[in-house]
């Protein structure tokens, strides 16, 4: 896979994490995460790690070309939305203690996420 279509993937992969709403207290989950991306088809590669970046709770993104927003809550149920140019994707899923699982989808892909605390 070219580095143009890594950097699309992994930005629609980080579009596909949006967080559930949450308090803004200090999460369990704060801290540095990879999350490593993985597309159900070919055409949209064939996985990305992304850096992201937990703080009270709220997610952010560590690569300049990759922006992540959304939300942890207490119990660990993650929403992600990443971001790169005019690509989105989100995502859903739940941390525990230091790992994590989920789904994200975009508007022409869709797939799995797993994240590891770093």
């Known amino acids: 896979m070219n580095g143009f279509r890594k950097a699309l993937f992994a930005t629609i992969v980080a579009v596909a994490f ?9 999460s369990n989950f ?6 490593r ?6 055409t949209c590669g064939n996985g ?5 970046g937990i703080s009270n ?3 952010a993104s560590s ?13 660990g149920s993650i929403n992600v939305t990443l971001s790169t140019g005019i690509k989105r994707a ?6 525990s203690g230091t790992s994590g699982s989920g789904t994200w989808r ?3 892909c869709k797939g799995t996420w797993t994240a590891e605390r770093m």
């Open 18 to 26: 949006p967080l559930t709403q949450a308090g803004a207290a200090t």
């Open 30 to 35: 704060d801290g540095a995460w990879n999350v």
């Open 37 to 42: 991306i993985a597309s159900s088809s070919e």
């Open 48 to 52: 990305a790690t992304v850096s992201i």
């Open 57 to 59: 709770g709220q997610i």
């Open 63 to 75: 690569n300049a070309a990759v922006s992540a927003s959304g939300r942890v809550a207490d119990a």
């Open 90 to 95: 989100v995502g859903f899923g739940r941390l």
């Open 106 to 108: 975009g508007p022409m």
